[in-house]
């Protein structure tokens, strides 16, 4: 079993930055791929970026490409995931996952999939103003 648990959501304004963290308890964290989605107000949770157990390959949808940056400290059980330039679609509650690895030759299908994912956060809210 996995505890994971989402802080660094907050109030911002277009534009500007936050750095949300995920902090994992139990069973041997660096042993999992970690994944960020996101849900906003009356649309489904949607997949945002990916990170495989080592931190050496990442994976990220299009909408936030060269914006966010996931990256974790295995020695500190965390996943973080920076994001800048933020826009007002980017308000919703971020949940952090953790599944197990994925062939490289996979992770775009299977990635942005909630199946693959066995562990769950109960999120962070994050609001970007205009």
């Known amino acids: 079993q996995v505890q994971l648990v989402e802080s660094g959501g907050g109030l911002v304004q277009a534009g500007g930055s936050l750095r949300l963290s995920c902090a994992a308890s139990g069973r041997t964290f660096s042993n999992y791929g970690v994944g960020w989605f996101r849900q906003a107000p009356g649309k489904e949770r949607e997949f945002v970026a990916r990170?495989?157990?080592?931190?050496?390959?990442?994976i990220y949808a299009d909408p936030v490409k060269g914006r966010f940056t996931i990256s974790r400290d295995n020695a500190k059980n965390i996943v973080d995931l920076q994001m800048n330039s933020l826009k007002p679609e980017d308000t919703a509650v971020y949940y952090c996952?953790?599944?197990?690895?994925?062939?490289?030759?996979?992770?775009?299908?299977?990635?942005?999939?909630?199946?693959?994912?066995?562990?769950w956060g109960q999120g962070t809210q994050v609001i970007v103003s205009s």
């Open positions: 990170i495989s157990w080592t931190g050496g390959i990442t």
């Open positions: 996952a953790a599944g197990g690895p994925i062939a490289t030759w996979e992770l775009s299908q299977r990635a942005p999939r909630e199946r693959s994912y066995d562990y």
